[in-house]
């Protein structure tokens, strides 16, 4: 049996953060001592890496409750899992799409910066430009 700071410690997961995952639902409830102190399973060690690793990869909560779900039923076909997976890898295209957007936009603006005086200066006269500032956020989707 683990304590949750050992838990903690192992998987690099806060106390809170898994505290809160029990309390959402993706962490079963942990067993308790006579003392009211959570004591876990090796296999709420695994179950807490894989969600960890999920986060990592920048899946969403309700992405890694389907996830978990699909592996607490081993029999179950792999398409949704790979569905779920393909649906991240496009949310992270998307958003390195928007980040290059922005790296190119900012690269514009260092580019024009003359460094002369304030009143003339490239980056601060693009920040106050407004109706730029609208086109290209409409552009970088954010």
């Known amino acids: 049996m ?3 700071g050992t838990l903690s410690r192992r998987t690099g997961t806060k106390v ?3 505290r809160y ?3 959402i639902g993706l962490m079963n409830e942990a067993g308790r001592t006579a003392g009211g102190q959570r004591r876990y399973f090796e296999k709420d060690l695994d179950r807490l890496a894989f969600i960890r690793h999920s ?3 920048g899946f969403s909560l309700d992405s890694i ?3 978990l779900d699909l592996s607490d039923n081993p029999s179950q076909s792999c398409a949704e899992a790979d569905s779920i997976a393909r649906r991240q890898l496009h949310q992270v295209e998307q ?3 928007r980040l290059q957007a922005l ?3 900012l690269k514009r603006m260092v580019a024009e910066c003359d460094g002369d005086s304030v009143a003339e200066c490239k980056v ?3 920040l106050r430009d407004h109706a730029e500032c609208l086109t290209e956020h409409d552009e970088i989707g954010a």
């Open 21 to 23: 995952y029990e309390e």
């Open 103 to 105: 790296k190119k936009e």
């Open 2 to 4: 683990l304590a949750i």
């Open 124 to 126: 601060l006269e693009v």
């Open 55 to 57: 986060r990592q990869l």
């Open 95 to 97: 958003r390195i799409k």
């Open 16 to 18: 809170q953060t898994i």
């Open 65 to 67: 409750r389907e996830l």
